[in-house]
């Protein structure tokens, strides 16, 4: 079955609500395709690797957390950018993109599918204002953090970067997706015993230190792996259309 690409755009729109996010980039279609969608490929990351794969599974349209026309980027249509456009293009392959949105969606994004994946129970936002892209949560029971870091590293299939601000054992946690390390004084406001994300800085390292918090670097990619898929599922199941996830390996 296929479903118009205005019909997809619209499902969503309605669903992740962009409207509601100050953003580094334009969220929802980027680029226009073929006016009807049969196939609809998720991923992480518009890269060119996932174009290729997409296009060769023949996917109509593509929906990914990272796409394209960042502020600040340059805007001249060249190089790397000009073959991963001209690829969608030429083969009238539409792209939608969901930056904030798909990462704070309360079911479906990044931060409520990796507490699902890690054994956590949400409890509230991270950020005092909605909508807050972060989350607080409690574990299912309470770990050391070496024990829950090896217990991230099996869930994700990647080991982590631990830095222990203490001795004290895991019973709170404050998370956010990707690279979210700047959120770790927020975190520690919040009096929780560990904060997770994607990435790490030469500064987190002594603020978990200082602010007695266990930090946990679980991968920018690996903790963005599930939003898009879970969306990609929601609107197949909704839209009666057929759905892939594919995922292309990232270290960082």
């Not at 395709?33 to 023949?58: F, I, K, N, W, Y």
């Not at 599918?113 to 509230?124: D, F, K, N």
């Not at 898009?228 to 990232?250: K, M, S, T």
């Amino acid at each position: 079955m296929a479903v118009a690409l205005t019909h997809l755009v619209a499902e969503a729109q309605q669903l992740l609500q962009p409207e509601r996010f100050n953003d580094y980039c334009p969220n929802g279609l980027q680029v226009e395709g073929r006016p009807e969608v049969q196939l609809l490929v998720t991923g992480v990351t518009a890269s060119q690797a996932l174009l290729e794969a997409a296009l060769d599974a023949g996917a109509d349209a593509i929906l990914v957390h990272h796409g394209y026309f960042w502020k600040n980027e340059p805007a001249a249509i060249v190089g790397m950018k000009r073959r991963r456009l001209g690829l969608l293009l030429q083969n009238e392959i539409s792209l939608l993109a969901y930056h904030l949105p798909l990462d704070a969606h309360p079911e479906l994004g990044n931060n409520a599918q990796l507490a699902r994946v890690l054994g956590i129970r949400m409890t509230g936002g991270l950020q005092p204002t909605e909508p807050s892209v972060g989350n607080v949560g409690e574990l299912l029971r309470p770990s050391s953090a070496g024990e829950f870091a090896a217990h991230v590293g099996a869930q994700l299939g990647r080991p982590p970067l631990l830095v222990e601000g203490g001795d004290h054992p895991i019973r709170t946690i404050a998370w956010c997706s990707g690279g979210a390390q700047g959120y770790i004084e927020q975190a520690a406001a919040r009096g929780v015993d560990a904060y997770l994300t994607g990435e790490v800085s030469e500064q987190t390292v002594h603020a978990a230190r200082e602010l007695g918090i266990h930090f946990i670097a679980a991968g920018h990619h690996a903790t963005e792996r599930y939003g898009a898929r879970a969306v990609g599922e929601w609107l197949a199941g909704r839209l009666g259309i057929e759905h892939r996830f594919i995922d292309i390996d990232n270290p960082a």
